[in-house]
């Protein structure tokens, strides 16, 4: 019905009454066409999925890192001091929005908004192999945002931390997260979620 309109707004834009001598005739803007929408649309939706993958496969790799050389407990520290610069250097680098939630939380700061920790609710209980991505565009205050969400499961190297942690994890999580959650978990479950936001770009 859209394309329907629209075409029938351009065929009368397009129309002009023959005349004896040339005028100007002032025309109105035409809307936009609803594929260059949903091409501003996907890019944004495509912004905010390679945001997240960015993020995932920079954590991931830092973690590795760290306990190859280090072991779990001095990467617990590292992660402490390092994830949340991390994160903001991703969300600078692709111009988004972009973090982790869950509902069991080692650090407060990755709560995260309202949208991904209902959407991490909705799927708390499906296992993680079964989950699927969440992709949206919603409109707020007049501005559309693309929205994405995948979730994080439990791999083997997450054990170490969020498993059943040796004793020397157990001090430094008591040291540096008093308050954690995010200990009691195994292989294969659903630890949480990343997310990213992507405004669309009018124009785009």
């Known amino acids: 019905m859209r394309n329907l309109v629209f075409l029938l707004l351009v065929a009368c834009g397009g129309s002009e009454a023959p005349v004896e001598t040339p005028v100007e005739v002032e025309r109105a803007a035409e809307p936009a066409a609803p594929e260059a929408s949903a091409d501003a649309e996907g890019a944004a939706l495509a912004a905010a999925k390679e945001g997240a993958k960015a993020l995932g496969g920079t954590l991931k790799a830092k973690v ?55 959407w991490f609710a909705s799927v708390r209980d499906t296992p993680v192999a079964e989950v699927k991505p969440m992709t949206e565009v919603v409109e707020i205050d007049g501005k559309k945002v693309a929205r994405f969400a995948a979730p994080i499961g439990i791999a083997e190297p997450c054990l170490l931390c969020h498993g059943s942690p040796g004793d020397d994890v157990k001090a430094k999580l008591s040291e540096l997260y008093p308050e954690d959650k995010a200990t009691g978990y195994e292989l294969g479950q659903l630890r949480g979620a990343i997310w990213a936001e992507a405004d669309v770009k009018s124009g785009s």
């Not at 992660?79 to 991390?86: F, I, T, V």
């Not at 982790?100 to 920790?117: F, I, M, V």
Request: glycine residues 10%; hydrophobic residues 40%; proline residues 5%.
């Open 64 to 118: 590795i890192e760290g306990l190859a050389a280090n072991g779990p407990a001095a990467t617990l520290e590292m992660c402490s001091q390092e994830a949340q610069g991390l994160t903001a250097m991703v969300a600078g680098e692709h111009q988004i929005k972009v973090g982790r939630t869950s509902d069991k939380l080692r650090n407060p700061n990755n709560a995260g908004p309202e949208w991904a920790q209902a």
